[in-house]
């Protein structure tokens, strides 16, 4: 994906970005990058005021990039107000980094349901039981909400989907690969959506 030099030209890179970014993200995978899927989603409140936290890719494809959680929790407070999102996907072991900007939608609770049933049956009932991002008065009301859980849902009855839990999915509306050079001259291109598809633009470093 790079010529003789070890540098990343427009001539190696894909047309669209989701085959690019499939590209890069199976690559890391193969190559030893551990939990590939792991990337820092970044919202902002209305006002501008941002956060970022590490969340796990679940899916990704022409429609965009999903991932779950609790709807009560900050991430989701920020999305539901601002719906503009960026996420940031870091891979040392290729020393490649891709970022991801666009706006962000639940997901259907269809597909939050099917979801949520592949999870194993403690991280079930960890969605139930996490108030996220409230406070928590101690670890032992945690394992106490859990307990209880677990004589309210037994493992071979299954546990249904939370009503405040469920994905997102963001739909890119750009996207940059970067790619580490010598001496801090690192490749770096940036797709970006037209009404008549994508255009790639070379970056500076």
Request: with cysteine; proline share 7%.
């Amino acid at each position: 994906m790079v010529d003789s030099e070890g540098y990343l030209t427009a001539d190696d890179l894909a047309a669209d970005p989701l085959e690019q970014f499939d590209r890069w993200f199976r690559d890391a995978g193969r190559r030893g990058q551990m939990e590939v899927e792991s990337g820092c989603l970044s919202t902002a409140t209305t006002i501008g005021v941002p956060s970022g936290r590490i969340v796990l890719l679940k899916g990704y494809g022409p429609d965009g990039y999903t991932f779950f959680t609790n709807y009560t929790s900050r991430k989701a407070a920020e999305l539901e107000a601002n719906p503009r999102a960026a996420l940031t996907f870091y891979w040392p072991a290729v020393s490649r980094q891709v970022r991801v900007e666009g706006t962000a939608a639940r997901v259907s609770r269809d597909e939050s349901r099917s979801y949520f049933a592949s999870r194993p049956y403690e991280s079930r009932l960890a969605a139930w039981a996490s108030k996220q991002s409230s406070p928590l008065g101690s670890r032992e009301l945690l394992d106490e909400r859990i307990a209880e859980l677990k004589k309210k849902y037994l493992e071979t009855a299954g546990v249904p989907l939370p009503p405040f839990w469920g994905g997102y999915r963001i739909v890119p509306e750009a996207l940059e690969f970067w790619q580490q050079g010598p001496n801090r001259l690192h490749d770096r291109f940036r797709y970006e959506r037209r009404p008549d598809g994508w255009t790639i633009l070379r970056l500076n470093p």
